[in-house]
């Protein structure tokens, strides 16, 4: 099975410290994924990457920015920490697959507080 | 901009019946539609996905309908258990995306006994 690990389950920082959440998988995946999941609002991605040192913005990138140094591990940082950042942030996994959709394997999440 | 929207928001269901949950999109470049799971406490899990070249896709007690002109698509759970409280949630893509998913909001379902 794979197995998405993220480094912390339960994470407070204060305001306007720099936040590292990291992420590894175990099985020679491609594409990393980082979301956040707020009620009522779904998941929404905040970057992801396709290869190693190769990243993308999602669709909330401000204030968040990410690491892909290994191909087994991705981190998100935030630059700056905000009362608005707080949140379940949730990383995710899967294969390349060509041209083809596949599908994405995820973490348990950490959920992050921003005092 | 939600490109995905899913009702209803929560649901509560009794043993036995079914739970019906609806997703509607707007970008008819997508071409994947998987719905996941989330247990309290876990990350999503897929559950069951589906093409726009097929009109239903059934997996044991979890069915998906398409349907690609009204650009909808539901999750149907027969016989619902209570193992399967969870929050479901819809979502899109298209090829060639690097498998980037476009989620819905997500509908907690509550099956009670």
């Known amino acids: 099975d794979v197995k998405v690990t993220q480094s912390s389950r339960y994470l407070v920082k204060r305001t306007g410290e720099k936040v590292f959440l990291e992420c590894v998988q175990d099985m020679d995946h491609e594409n990393m994924f980082w979301y956040r999941q707020d009620p009522g609002l779904g998941l929404r991605l905040i970057y992801f990457?396709?290869?190693?040192?190769?990243?993308e913005k999602g669709d909330i990138p401000e204030g968040y920015s990410v690491s892909r140094e290994k191909k087994e591990r991705f981190s998100l940082i935030l630059e700056s920490a905000s009362t608005n950042q707080t949140s379940m942030y949730l990383c995710?996994?899967?294969?390349?697959?060509?041209?083809?959709?596949?599908?994405?394997?995820f973490g348990d999440g950490t959920r992050l507080s921003i005092l | 901009q939600q490109q995905v929207k899913q009702s209803p928001q929560s649901l509560i269901v009794q043993k036995g019946g079914i739970s019906i949950i609806n997703c509607a999109y707007e970008n008819t470049a997508f071409d994947y539609f998987p719905w996941y799971q989330q247990f309290p406490g876990k990350g999503p899990a897929l559950l069951i996905a589906?093409?726009?070249?097929?009109s239903e896709k059934k997996e044991g007690r979890f069915t998906i309908s398409f349907n690609k002109s009204a650009k909808q698509f539901s999750l149907h759970i027969m016989d619902s258990q209570p193992g399967d409280s969870a929050t479901y949630f819809c979502?899109?893509?298209?090829?060639?995306?690097?498998?980037?998913?476009?989620f819905g909001t997500g509908t907690r379902l509550q099956v009670t006994l």
């Open positions: 995710a996994s899967s294969l390349w697959g060509g041209m083809g959709n596949q599908p994405q394997h």
């Open positions: 979502a899109a893509s298209k090829t060639g995306t690097a498998s980037k998913l476009t």
């Open positions: 990457s396709y290869d190693v040192k190769m990243k």
């Open positions: 589906i093409r726009p070249d097929v």
